[in-house]
C-alpha cells in the first residue's frame, strides 16, 4: 500500500516528464551548445575513449620530461 498516493502520483508524472524530453521539446534550443560554446560533437569527442587515450599518454610525457629532468641531476650529484 501507499501511504499517500497523491504524491506518489506527482513524482510518477514528474518522472514521465523526464523520460519523455517534455522540457526539451517544450522549451526546444536554437543552437545546440553549451554555456561555453562547446558543441554536442566536441563533448562526445572529448569524452570519447580513444581521446581519454590520448590524453592520459599526454600527462605521461610530461611525467616522464619531469622525471627525467629530476632522475638526471641525482647521478650527477653522486658523482661529485
Keep these: 500500500q501507499i501511504a ?3 504524491t506518489c502520483d506527482r513524482m510518477y ?3 514521465v516528464r523526464i523520460h519523455t524530453n517534455y522540457y526539451k521539446n517544450k522549451y526546444p534550443r ?3 551548445t553549451s554555456f561555453t560554446g562547446v558543441t554536442v ?3 562526445k569527442m572529448i569524452l570519447a575513449t580513444d581521446m581519454l587515450k590520448q ?3 599526454m600527462k605521461k610525457g610530461t611525467w ?3 622525471r627525467e629532468k629530476f632522475y638526471a641531476k641525482k647521478p650527477e650529484e653522486d658523482s661529485k
Aim: with cysteine; proline share 6%; aromatic share 0%.
Design 13 to 15: 508524472e514528474s518522472l
Design 30 to 32: 536554437l543552437k545546440d
Design 55 to 57: 590524453m592520459e599518454d
Design 64 to 66: 616522464r620530461k619531469l
Design 41 to 43: 560533437e566536441d563533448c
Design 4 to 6: 499517500d498516493p497523491e
